[in-house]
């Protein structure tokens, strides 16, 4: 596509349960990235991949965060037993390589109710 | 502890004149450093890229600085219109093989 994709744009769930984020990537980008960003806050890195692999997973705030990308491409960033304060808005971004421009998608907004 | 800054928070102007927005870090040897800007429910867009080994970039009415010795880089907006109204963000990626990370950003409004 022209641009970095995810869906959905708004999901409001139940505390204690799990959501599934997904992002599209620009094609060819080999480098993708998930941020959270809470109202008025800003961006906190959450992990970035390389190709399908994850070097940097520092930025998961716990264990119920988990994440994956296959065939370099779509990713797809799990929370489990959400709980409020995961509330945020889930931005991805992809870039062609690691230290070059990233493209933002719209981003996910999740309310945990 | 690592540490990014950037000034006040807001930033008020009038159409027409020029801007500074700062970006300051603390125990990062940033690769390189950019500038977002952001709007309002919408994702980060890119701006500007800025390697060690650059002292300026320039792009139309922006110009970017950067100084490792200070350890700071500018931003510079120059015949600001309302449109230029948003939350502008610097992002630097260290040498050390973290994640480039976001200031905090700091939220310009142009008035006619």
């Known amino acids: 596509g022209a641009g970095v994709s995810q869906s959905p744009s708004n999901k409001v769930t139940e505390k204690g349960k799990d959501v599934e984020l997904r992002c599209d990537p620009i094609s060819g980008h080999t480098a993708l990235y998930w941020y959270r960003q809470r109202l008025g806050q800003g961006l906190e890195f959450l992990i970035y991949f390389q190709g399908n692999s994850a070097p940097d997973k520092s930025g998961l705030p716990s264990d119920r965060f988990s994440a994956e990308r296959t065939g370099e491409s779509v990713s797809t960033l799990t929370i489990q037993r959400t709980q409020q304060e995961d509330s945020a808005v889930y931005l991805c971004?992809?870039?062609?390589?690691?230290?070059?421009?990233?493209?933002f998608g719209q981003g996910t907004r999740l309310t945990v109710v | 502890s690592q540490k990014i800054e950037q000034n006040s928070e807001a930033l008020n102007i009038q159409e027409g004149k020029s801007a500074t927005l700062t970006c300051n870090y603390t125990?990062?040897?940033?690769?390189?450093l950019q500038w977002y800007r952001q709007d309002p429910g919408r994702g980060p867009v890119f701006l500007l890229l800025i390697r060690e080994n650059e002292k300026e970039k320039r792009k139309e009415r922006l110009k970017v600085t950067f100084d490792t010795t200070l350890k700071q880089s500018l931003f510079h907006i120059t015949a600001s219109q309302p449109a230029d109204s948003a939350t502008y963000l610097c992002a630097l990626d260290p040498l050390n093989g973290q994640n480039f990370v976001f200031g905090p950003g700091t939220r310009l409004s142009v008035l006619p």
């Open positions: 125990n990062y040897s940033p690769a390189y």
């Open positions: 971004a992809s870039s062609l390589e690691r230290r070059r421009e990233a493209f």
